[in-house]
């Protein structure tokens, strides 16, 4: 072979291997552990009866993960967190100390898992003045322990892209979630993302399933990621090679777990992470993942309605919180934001529609059904995306509606179908998108 016909090949073969490299999706993963220590005296969230009292051990640590997507000049991430949710300052705090990378308030979703065993977001509110046992204490190291954390995982995720195939798949599963208010709606649909690398090597399983993580209740004490945190565990185990996996949680105001066991609580999240784990293994087996050329995302910010109490809030969380009628309103000026950033992305087949907050599932299917009627194969609500705002109804189930998730709907009657109608609005653009 001549110089001339040797060096003619290997130009051609660096073209083919660079356009390859330029037309499809790249991407890298990581994770870090987010458990603060225990010395730090911080409470845990979900309950009010904890009334601010210092969690009292690690039983198993919590995690925030980060899976970065890229295509030249553009990307995005997903963070999954073990953690109950996030105040409205997290999100801002963690973007400006990473915006000059090219990172903004529209390519970065945060989804936690909404544990009841790990953080209590007043905690890591900076608004938070209240100095209220019930509601939480704000503590400032632990925000900059957090946001300390959550800054170098996406620096360690914000680079060495590797080219990916993707693929979803979702499931009906029957028996293992239903509708705490006894309403009809329960969404029994698991839905699995499966990146893998270009040589088949597992890099990272994302899985959406809707339900509380409550097996703890306000009596335990000690830090766990609750059942998503053995859900990841477990798969990780099952699939090997390094794999790393994300779960996030979906339209889960109203969904709880269903699980027939007399153990007590930090034993029925081993049990039931292992089997939601065991379910997602099963469909991750199943897909195929192809190249993908292309992602899309979409950001709004929206206002919201003027705040509200429930007529029924002094009865339940008015009681759990120490609240009453004069200081609801204080609490709600204080804590509530007045508008909300909105956001979905597209990856392959998938659309993941962000909802600041717990949204009830008959709204979750409605979001969803709406977007799969227009033509997105996979749709799934990112329950508790970037902040919590507080419980999300329909007008019917605020209005005629009796307990807790009623009692802390924040923003009236109409907050459901404002919230809903502009998740359809942000992500349907993308269906059509490559």
Same mark, same amino acid.
């Given at each position: ?6 060096? @003619?090949?290997?130009?051609?073969? !660096? ?8 037309? &499809? ?17 911080? /409470? ?46 997290? +999100? ?11 990172? /903004? ?19 890591? &509110?900076?608004?938070? %003045?209240?100095?209220?046992? *019930? ?6 190291? %632990? ?6 954390? !959550? ?25 293992? &979630? ?9 969404? =029994? ?16 399983? %994302? ?23 053995? %859900? ?15 779960? @996030? ?24 992470? =292992? ?30 309605? #003027? ?13 759990? @919180?120490?609240?009453?009628? &004069? ?18 992305? =597209? ?10 907050? #717990? !949204? ?16 997105? +194969? ?18 019917? *189930? @605020? ?17 459901? #179908?404002?919230?809903? /109608? ?5 992500? =349907?653009?993308?269906?059509?998108? *490559?």
């Amino acid at each position: 072979m001549s110089v001339r016909l040797f060096i @003619y090949g290997l130009l051609l073969f !660096l073209i083919v291997s660079l356009n390859s490299y330029g037309e &499809n999706l790249t991407a890298h993963v990581a994770s870090i552990d987010i458990t603060p220590p225990i010395e730090m005296k911080y /409470t845990l969230g979900g309950y009010g009866e904890r009334m601010n009292k210092p969690a009292t051990a690690i039983h198993d640590h919590i995690w925030a993960k980060a899976l970065v997507v890229k295509k030249d000049k553009r990307k995005y991430a997903i963070i999954t967190l073990d953690i109950l949710g996030l105040p409205t300052n997290v +999100k801002s705090d963690l973007i400006q100390r990473i915006s000059g990378l090219g990172w /903004t308030m529209e390519n970065v979703m945060l989804l936690p898992s909404h544990s009841h065993g790990s953080l209590e977001m007043a905690a890591l &509110n900076s608004k938070n %003045l209240l100095n209220s046992p *019930q509601l939480g204490l704000f503590q400032p190291e %632990l925000l900059a322990f957090l946001l300390d954390k !959550l800054e170098a995982l996406v620096k360690a995720a914000d680079q060495n892209y590797q080219l990916v195939k993707i693929g979803t798949a979702c499931q009906i599963l029957e028996g293992l &979630n239903r509708n705490r208010r006894k309403d009809p709606d329960v969404d =029994k649909e698991m839905t699995v993302t499966r990146i893998d690398l270009n040589d088949g090597k597992p890099l990272a399983i %994302l899985v959406n399933w809707t339900a509380h993580p409550t097996f703890l209740g306000g009596q335990d004490m000690q830090v766990s990621a609750e059942w998503p945190g053995y %859900l990841q565990s477990e798969i990780q185990n099952l699939i090997g090679n390094g794999v790393t996996a994300m779960y @996030y949680n979906g339209a889960e105001g109203d969904q709880s777990p269903i699980l027939d066991s007399s153990q007590d609580g930090y034993e029925k999240i081993q049990i039931y992470g =292992k089997k939601i784990a065991a379910k997602a293994f099963e469909i991750y087996q199943e897909i195929k993942p192809n190249p993908v050329k292309d992602f899309s995302s979409t950001y709004n910010t929206i206002t919201l309605p #003027e705040h509200a109490a429930h007529p029924s809030f002094m009865k339940t969380g008015g009681e759990e @919180y120490g609240l009453d009628e &004069n200081t609801v309103k204080i609490v709600m000026d204080m804590l509530g934001p007045k508008e909300v950033g909105m956001g979905a992305v =597209k990856i392959g087949d998938l659309i993941i529609a962000g909802i600041p907050g #717990e !949204l009830t599932a008959e709204l979750g299917l409605q979001v969803k059904n709406s977007l799969k009627n227009s033509g997105s +194969k996979y749709v799934t609500i990112g329950g508790l995306a970037n902040e919590w705002i507080s419980y999300i109804l329909t007008r019917d *189930q @605020y209005i005629h509606g009796e307990g807790y998730e009623s009692s802390v709907s924040f923003y009236g009657p109409g907050l459901g #179908e404002l919230i809903s /109608t502009e998740a359809i609005k942000t992500s =349907k653009p993308l269906i059509h998108q *490559q």
